[in-house]
């Protein structure tokens, strides 16, 4: 056995992890604890001066609002992560900004612009902070004891859930017995806990430092292969690029009634999908200009972008459990003192313990007929998972608008499907996430990987905003169907479509490994 091999077989645990993971329980408690009373809090109280028929849709887009918005920030956050501040400098500051968006939905509690405000912090600095602190877990590895940070990356995963398990089960409880102050109030604290621990944990950390310009960055790269000419022979690629830069200025000025957030996503999903499209046809023209190393890492980060854009329709499924699921499950029957929003509970705590399930008998029972159980294999499961998930909640729907009475209880199957597919697809996409990106991008990686949840919530905006033309109302109304049920049967043929789709492409992907030498 070589020296390399010896190191990675003995390699300890990093001392500074602990201080990590506590953070994360914490500040997972606090956005929890708000995220997942927010719908009934804006149905229930701030927006009580809509008609009645109109709140539940504006919750539902406020909401998605939200969630579009704390993982569009990554992308900032790995920026001034990666070029200015480095990993540990951007999470302790955002995390205060975070933390005034607390105190903001505490304080503005019947102000709709000052709790929109709030809002807004607290997007900004959860989603700057999101692909950093995963990022600097890996950070504290090297090749001597990358062996443990899987180990780690499920624990990370699991004690995310374990701050979800007791706000999703403890803040409807005082949302209602207290009020949105104390309810809003609470996650603040622990979002100031969050910062301290992790502040208390500054000289042990391995602080990785921002990388220096650089000549051969991704973009310099993108934009010398879409530029760089040869003789006798045209530029498709660039032309390629430039109708995704017309795409997204159209969506941006020239769908208004698209809505803001909507068109401004859309041009930014324009942009990056020409703009990778372009850049890959065109890529072998930067070779010369650039070293190959540069090239080679320019067509890794575009590879791992499909797989990110092929995920996308996942979270448009797994959000909704905090917004249309919850509004489902206020037509239900339930025992008197349980809360519809109680039920979000289940998901990290089935997460909890499928986790060391899949980990300690699922996998290794996998791997003892002969099938590996990798990355990519797994997250076409999970995607497929999804897709049950919404078919089951959809016929449940359909019994409800038949005038069924329908206990409350029987979201738990589904509620089960789409949890083992979220710890097939989110706790597996974030080591991939880690693995697969070169060492200068590990934050802007990580960011990518938090926009397709954006992405997948854009989904669901435009899903919503169409259904509402009478046109297509009319049309679903032809079917016999609810515009509720006829959604969710949409969202489930939506992601088994990209579990096919996922699962083609997986099969073609060549793994690497980008973690740091020793």
């Not at 919404?390 to 789409?418: C, E, H, K, R, T």
Request: charged share 10%; glycine share 8%.
């Amino acid at each position: 056995m070589s020296t390399a091999e010896t190191q990675t077989a003995t390699g300890k645990m990093p001392r500074q992890i602990p201080y990590i993971i506590a953070n994360e329980g914490c500040e997972r408690f606090s956005f929890y604890g708000m995220r997942n009373i927010l719908t009934v809090f804006l149905i229930s109280t701030l927006l009580l001066q809509l008609p009645a028929e109109q709140r539940t849709g504006e919750a539902k887009h406020v909401f998605h609002t939200f969630v579009i918005g704390v993982y569009f920030f990554p992308l900032l956050g790995g920026w001034l992560a990666d070029r200015f501040f480095g990993k540990y400098n951007t999470i302790l500051w955002l995390s205060l900004v975070y933390c005034a968006g607390h105190a903001s939905l505490a304080i503005f509690e019947n102000n709709v612009k000052g709790f929109y405000f709030g809002l807004f912090l607290i997007a900004f600095g959860s989603g700057g902070i999101k692909p950093l602190v995963a990022s600097f877990v890996g950070d504290q590895f090297d090749q001597t004891n990358k062996h443990k940070a899987k180990v780690v990356f499920e624990l990370f995963y699991w004690i995310i859930n374990f701050g979800s398990f007791f706000a999703s089960w403890l803040m409807p409880m005082f949302l209602r017995d207290y009020g949105p102050a104390v309810a809003f109030g609470i996650p603040g604290i622990m979002m100031l806990a969050a910062t301290i621990v992790f502040w208390m944990g500054s000289k042990k950390y391995v602080h990785v430092p921002p990388a220096p310009p650089n000549p051969h960055s991704f973009t310099r790269v993108a934009r010398t292969a879409l530029l760089a000419q040869v003789d006798g022979g045209s530029r498709p690629g660039l032309y390629v690029a430039c109708f995704g830069v017309l795409g997204a200025i159209y969506a941006f000025y020239r769908m208004p009634d698209l809505g803001f957030v909507i068109s401004a996503c859309l041009a930014l999903v324009l942009l990056l999908a020409f703009g990778s499209i372009g850049t890959a046809m065109q890529l072998e023209r930067a070779r010369g200009a650039h070293p190959d190393e540069a090239v080679e890492g320019v067509r890794a980060v575009l590879r791992i972008l499909v797989i990110f854009a092929l995920v996308t329709p996942f979270f448009s499924l797994f959000d909704q459990k905090a917004s249309t699921w919850i509004v489902q499950a206020e037509s239900m029957t339930r025992p008197e003192n349980f809360l519809p929003s109680q039920m979000q509970a289940l998901n990290p705590l089935l997460v909890m313990l499928l986790i060391p399930f899949n980990n300690l008998v699922l996998y290794p029972s996998l791997q003892r007929f002969g099938w590996q159980p990798t990355a990519l294999r797994r997250m076409t499961a999970g995607i497929g998972f999804s897709s049950l998930s919404w078919v089951v909640i959809g016929m449940l729907q359909l019994s409800l608008d038949s005038g069924n009475s329908v206990s409350i209880f029987w979201q738990i199957l589904p509620y089960a499907l789409l949890t083992l597919g979220e710890v097939l697809v989110s706790a597996t996409g974030l080591e991939f996430a880690y693995s697969q990106a070169p060492a200068s991008m590990k934050g802007a990686i990580m960011s990518f990987w938090n926009l397709s949840t954006t992405v997948g919530n854009l989904w669901v905006l435009i899903v919503n905003k169409s259904v509402m033309n009478p046109g297509v109302i009319s049309k679903i109304s032809e079917s016999g169907i609810s515009v509720t049920a006829f959604q969710m049967f949409f969202f489930a043929a939506f992601a088994a479509v990209a579990m096919l789709a996922f699962g083609l492409y997986a099969k073609n992907y060549k793994m690497v490994d980008n973690y740091r030498k020793a």
